[in-house]
């Protein structure tokens, strides 16, 4: 299966638009490397539909406000998330931002201030979520044959077509 083969599928089933690049095209899925689930993740975020979760950052509050940046970019405007900022308590770090207007303040648990708090994301992906009721698409977490974590913006029974198409194992 080639890059291209997969962006028309992609595109076929709402998940990614735009034109592929034409250089990678052709190239065959094992260009992204052995890791079909990977190399998804890579060509989704390439595309403007996932995210991949960069751990390690140079400062905190840069690192979320980038990872928020790239979490709103990736749903094509259906999704806001401003206003991020980190909170420091008598209860603990915490992070808010706006999503869709909205207020979201969640806990941190940060065990150096070089990585942001990855299960933090986790728990509130799932709060990322369109204004419209109507639109289906959300978040969805796809792990990586490194246990790396992406997060494509689709709607979840189109994306499962595209993994079992690919043979991703999903847990």
Known sequence: MTVGQVRD???????????????????????????????????????????????????LLEGYRDLFDRFAASSGGAVTITDVELLDGADGERIRMLVNGDELVWHLEHQSDRYIDTLMVFEIADRLTP?????????????????????????????????????????
């Open 9 to 59: 599928r992609a595109m076929e089933l709402g998940i990614a638009v735009g034109p592929a690049e034409d250089d990678l095209r052709d190239q065959p899925l094992s260009y992204y490397g052995e890791d079909v689930a990977g190399a998804l993740i890579d060509m989704l975020e390439g595309w403007g539909a996932g995210v991949r979760i960069h751990p390690k950052v140079d400062g």
């Open 131 to 171: 204004r419209d009721d109507t639109d289906p698409r959300v978040f969805v977490e796809v792990h990586d044959a490194d246990e790396q974590s992406g997060y494509v913006f689709a709607d979840p029974a189109a994306l499962s077509i595209l993994i079992r198409e690919l043979g991703i194992e999903q847990a």
